[in-house]
């Protein structure tokens, strides 16, 4: 019982630090073949170390037509997945940090790569 709950403990606490891989200056890689494809484009985003993120977003419409647009809101980090919350809704994304450099997200048939720029 007693090492379950150790287990479980230190569980917790390296989650809880997860939001700090991803905190800093980041933007997309433009050379990754699946930008092509992708209907969702996070441009660059910063993410704070109080949950706090701001990105450059371009969205392709359904008819084809790209939008670009500065969006905010809080965010979530657990180290699998990437929860953008904003006044537009909220976005889920799985995401992998590699060498703490780049940032791999996949959702619903996008794929985008960010690299650290600070």
């Known amino acids: 019982m007693k090492a ?5 403990s230190l569980s917790l606490f390296v989650l809880a630090g997860c939001n700090k ?16 494809q992708a209907k969702t484009i996070i441009k660059s ?9 701001r990105a450059d977003v371009i969205q392709t419409s359904k008819e ?13 980090f657990n180290g699998f997945q990437l929860k953008l919350s904003s006044k537009e809704g909220d976005q889920v994304w799985n995401a992998v940090v590699y060498m703490n450099r780049t940032l791999e ?3 619903s048939g996008d794929k985008l790569k960010l690299k650290r720029v600070e």
């Open 21 to 36: 891989a991803i905190v800093g200056k980041w933007q997309v890689d433009k050379n990754a073949p699946e930008l092509k």
């Open 105 to 107: 997200l996949k959702r």
């Open 4 to 8: 379950k709950l150790a287990v479980m």
């Open 64 to 76: 084809g037509l790209k939008e670009t647009k500065m969006t905010t809101g809080k965010y979530q």
């Open 45 to 53: 985003a910063e993410f704070t170390d109080d949950g706090v993120y």
